[in-house]
């Protein structure tokens, strides 16, 4: 029991309670609220009506949703991959993670395009034509999952979240009460925040492109450069999938309803909006706005990669000879802080790149409608929450350090701004 530890998202009932019905709600509210009968107008405030065709729940994408998740556990056992130790557990053990999410990322993604667009065996248009059955049965399963994973965290002698076990049930099914819950050595929650969530945020994407493909015989500029450009983000996650074991989401939080959902109903299915909005409203863009884009992604992508990898190459080997001259300051918890860098810019200058690339991949929806930007708005709502997180955490670990490091790095995410 940790009862010292304090309640997020607004304490133990109202927030928690709000957000495991809301967000279900906000994902079928995005549906309703733009598709291809229309797209909400602030000015009218009109509610669309769904296309006719879609069902809010079918045994036939319940089934596929399972199948997908199948395929992708299936490949992740059954495909090479590197094993790498994660951090030091509060037991004072280490996990060994197995990781080859770039190798399954490849393989479905190459046979989805193999099949879907070059040999027209597989008709990925089926996903839009099925998307808010789909969203039915990833919502049920991060239900199910979650409220398995919840039960079994009192079975045996489980290692428990520090933020996760207080006295309120509910808050704990939320936060997650199981640190690392796992399946012998099938380790759930690193599998769900880098697998069937990641690869299904691709292949839906790459369903939406099938749709507009099949409907005016090409893919469209602005449809091709939201899907390239989720691509690099989700092969970059793969790529770089080490680096996870160090995340806030795998050494300290439970898995529980957040991150479940989050990963496998929120992260398909709200990721996806803009190349869903892009079949229903093809956009045409002048040649120097594309140009924009792809500069802005190519900014945002060098902010957030520089500032990650430099910071998991620091905290691997600080001598390293990228690293190595990099100005720091030491703090009595016997760890370094970079002040010099990427790190001495901004105290979180990768969330500011991973919101310039939100926007890179926004804009090519063009300006008629809000929602297509809803991505860019949650996504900075939710990097202000993380960084607050964050924040808290750095003060209980580095003490007056922390405050030192603040007075050298004074931006929180935006320089010059915030
Ligand atoms: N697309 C999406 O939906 C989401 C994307 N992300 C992205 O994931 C990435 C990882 O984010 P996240 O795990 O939240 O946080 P960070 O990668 O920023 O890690 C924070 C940790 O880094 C260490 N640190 C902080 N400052 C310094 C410094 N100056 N020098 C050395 N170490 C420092 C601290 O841990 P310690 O000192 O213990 O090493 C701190 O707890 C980000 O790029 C973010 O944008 C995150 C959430 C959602
Ligand atoms: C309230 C709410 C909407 C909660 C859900 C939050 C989740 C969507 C995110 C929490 C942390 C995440 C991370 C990624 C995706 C989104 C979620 C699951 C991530 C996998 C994206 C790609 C990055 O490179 C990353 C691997 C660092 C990152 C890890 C955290």
């Known amino acids: 029991m940790s009862e010292a530890h304090p309640y997020e998202f607004c304490g133990p009932h109202l927030g928690p309670l709000a957000i495991v019905f809301g967000l279900p709600l906000v994902c079928y509210a995005l549906v309703f609220a733009c598709n291809a009968q229309g797209c909400l107008k602030l000015s009218d405030l009109q509610l669309p009506e769904l296309p006719a065709k879609w069902q809010l729940f079918s045994s036939e994408a319940l089934l596929a949703y399972l199948g997908w998740f199948a395929l992708v556990a299936a490949l992740h056992l059954i495909l090479p991959g590197k094993r790498q130790e994660g951090v030091v557990l509060p037991t004072g053990a280490r996990l060994t993670y197995k990781l080859n999410g770039f190798y399954c990322c490849v393989v479905t993604i190459s046979a989805a395009l193999y099949f879907g667009f070059y040999t027209n065996q597989l008709y990925l248009g089926w996903i839009y034509d099925n998307y808010t059955a789909l969203l039915a049965a990833a919502i049920l399963f991060s239900f199910g ?103 806030m989401d795998i050494t300290s939080d439970g898995f529980g309803f957040m991150l479940v959902f989050g990963d496998l109903a929120w992260v398909p299915f709200t990721y996806t909006l803009q190349a869903r909005y892009l079949v229903d409203h093809p956009q045409a ?22 500032a990650n ?39 979180h200058i990768n969330y500011f790149g991973d919101w310039l690339m939100g926007w890179a991949w ?14 860019v708005i949650y996504f900075g709502v939710l990097l202000v929450h993380r960084e607050r997180r964050d924040e808290h955490a750095c003060r209980l670990k580095y003490g007056k350090d922390w405050g030192k490091y603040c007075s050298i790095v004074k931006y929180r995410i935006i320089p010059m701004l915030y």
């Not at 769900?192 to 969530?197: I, R, S, T, V």
């Not at 990228?322 to 016997?334: E, Y």
């Not at 409608?369 to 991505?375: A, E, N, Q, S």
Request: glycine share 10%; aromatic share 16%; hydrophobic share 45%.
């Open 145 to 247: 999952l979650a409220t398995l994973l919840y039960l079994g965290s009192f079975t045996g002698n489980k290692l428990l979240a520090a933020g996760g076990n207080t006295r309120y049930g509910f808050y704990n099914f939320f936060i997650g009460r199981e640190l690392n819950p796992r399946l012998g050595s099938f380790d759930l929650k690193e599998f769900c925040e880098l697998y069937p969530g990641m690869i299904g945020w691709l292949l839906i994407d790459l369903g939406m492109a099938h749709k507009q493909f099949t409907q005016l015989g090409h893919v469209t500029v602005p449809m091709g450069l939201v899907c390239a450009f989720h691509a690099i983000y989700v092969l970059d996650s793969a790529w770089n999938e080490p680096a996870i074991l160090t995340t």
């Open 285 to 306: 863009l002048s040649w120097y706005f594309i140009a924009f884009i792809i500069m802005l992604k190519a900014l945002g992508y060098l902010m957030f990669r520089g």
């Open 309 to 347: 990898s430099q910071k998991d190459q620091f905290r691997r080997d600080p001598e390293h000879p990228s690293v190595r001259k990099l100005q720091t300051l030491q703090t009595s918890a016997g760890r370094k802080l970079i002040i010099s860098g990427w790190w001495g810019i901004s105290r």
């Open 362 to 375: 926004c804009l090519p929806c063009g300006f008629h409608h809000i929602i297509p930007f809803f991505y």
